[in-house]
């Protein structure tokens, strides 16, 4: 029997999706930090991503940007969770999220605490670049590249 679980669970992430966009956390430039810019031509999503890093430790992470939903929410969730993390342990996160949000819908993703809401992303797959475009800037960022990241 079918007790609505599932529905209320995705509830539950859409309502976390849109309060991290309506009210986002850690937007706000950071002086004097690497950063990075990003930009996804096919839906208009920018975002610049700002890192503070001390003995290859993120010490502060913000971003500023325009863009749907999804990736403002996606920004905002990963600047929470990077903070305090090395940029290995930061790379690591990149690439567990990714798995996520590109896995088949059908198939299980691993439990990624808070940013779990955001694995609905994979039942659309033109929304996984949304996503995943902070993603990519802060990889950039924490390379201290300060190029132009494209989701092209």
Partial sequence: MNTGG?????????EVILDHNRRPRNYHPI?????AEGYNPLCGDRVTVYLRVGDGRIA?????????AISKASASLMTDVVKGKTLEEAEELFQRFH????RPPDEPV???????????????PIR???????WHTLRSAAEA???VVSTE
Avoid: N
Wanted: proline content about 2%.
């Fill in 6 to 14: 599932d529905a209320d669970l995705q509830d539950l992430y859409q």
């Fill in 31 to 35: 002086e004097h930090a690497q950063k």
């Fill in 60 to 68: 502060d992470a913000s971003f500023q940007g325009s863009g749907c």
């Fill in 99 to 102: 798995q996520m949000i590109t």
């Fill in 110 to 124: 691993e439990d990624l605490g808070k940013l779990s809401v955001l694995a609905g992303v994979r039942q659309f």
């Fill in 128 to 134: 996984v670049k949304c996503a995943s475009l902070p």
């Fill in 145 to 147: 590249k300060h190029d």
